[in-house]
C-alpha cells in the first residue's frame, strides 16, 4: 500500500509570513497533485507535477516534485487569510487506471 | 458549464441501513470517482466508473457498491451501515483518465452520519 505522509499537520501563521508543508513517501510515482480543500467543499487542484525535479508556481504558491519522484513540497510567499484551507497532495502510479493515493492534509490557517 | 452536483448535502442513518448517494457528472466528463473521506483524513479512493463499467477500485468492502449511468451521473450505495461509515463522500468527475493525468473536479460531497 503506497502511503502519503504530510507535514505538518496543522499550521497558524500570521499573515505576511511565508510556510513550507511537506508531502514524502517510500513509493515512487509518476505523478503528484496538490489541492485545496475549504470547510463545506471538495478539493480544488492546484497543480500537477510529473517530472522530477520540476518546479512549478502559481503565484505565491510554488510547488517542487523530489528528483526521485517520492516527496513533494509546498511553498507559500507572504501567506493571506484567503490561502485558509486544508492542504492535500496526492500520488498516483502508471499503469492501469488512475488510482490516486490522498495524504492526510495539512490544515492552514492564516491570522489577519 | 455545471460543475460537479451530489445529493443529498447531508444524511443521517442508523447501523444495518442502506444509503444511496447521487452524484451528476460535470457536462462533457465520462468518468466519476468516489472517495470516502472521514474526519480529519485525506480522501480515501473507493471506485471508478468510466462508460458505465468499473474501472477500479480501491480497499472497500463489497457491501460499497456503485452505478453510472448512460448520461454518466453515478450512485454509491452501501449496505448494512457500520458506524465507522460516518464520513464526507465526495465525487469526482473528469474526462478520461486511464494511464493518462487529467484534471478531477470534485463535488462538495454528503457528510453522512451513522447512529
Known amino acids: 500500500t503506497q502511503l502519503l505522509e504530510q507535514s505538518p499537520q496543522f499550521l497558524s501563521i500570521q499573515e505576511g509570513e511565508n510556510l513550507t508543508v511537506y508531502c514524502n513517501s517510500s513509493?515512487?510515482?509518476?505523478?503528484l497533485q496538490w489541492y485545496r480543500q475549504e470547510p463545506g467543499e471538495g478539493p480544488v487542484l492546484l497543480v500537477t507535477?510529473?517530472?522530477?525535479?520540476e518546479v512549478k508556481k502559481l503565484k505565491r504558491l510554488t510547488f517542487q516534485f523530489g528528483d526521485a519522484r517520492k516527496d513533494s513540497s509546498l511553498h507559500i510567499t507572504a501567506a493571506q487569510p484567503g490561502d485558509t484551507g486544508l492542504y492535500l497532495c496526492?500520488?498516483?502510479?502508471?499503469?492501469?487506471?488512475?488510482?490516486?493515493?490522498f495524504g492526510r492534509g495539512t490544515s492552514l490557517i492564516v491570522h489577519p | 458549464e455545471t460543475g460537479v452536483t451530489q445529493s443529498p448535502t447531508h444524511l443521517i442513518k442508523t447501523r444495518g441501513q442502506q444509503v444511496t448517494l447521487r452524484c451528476s457528472s460535470q457536462s462533457g466528463h465520462n468518468t466519476v470517482s468516489w472517495y470516502q473521506q472521514a474526519l480529519g483524513q485525506g480522501p480515501q479512493f473507493i471506485f471508478q466508473y468510466y462508460r458505465e463499467e468499473e474501472n477500479g477500485r480501491g480497499n472497500f468492502p463489497p457491501r460499497f457498491s456503485g452505478l453510472q449511468f448512460p448520461n454518466y451521473s453515478s450512485e454509491l450505495n452501501v449496505n448494512a451501515l457500520e458506524l465507522d461509515d460516518s464520513a464526507l463522500y465526495l465525487c469526482a468527475s473528469s474526462p478520461y483518465l486511464g494511464r493518462t493525468q487529467e484534471t478531477q473536479y470534485f463535488g462538495p460531497g454528503t457528510r453522512l452520519l451513522v447512529l
Open positions: 496526492a500520488g498516483a502510479s502508471s499503469g492501469g487506471s488512475y488510482i490516486p493515493t
Open positions: 507535477v510529473v517530472t522530477g525535479g
Open positions: 513509493s515512487v510515482f509518476s505523478s
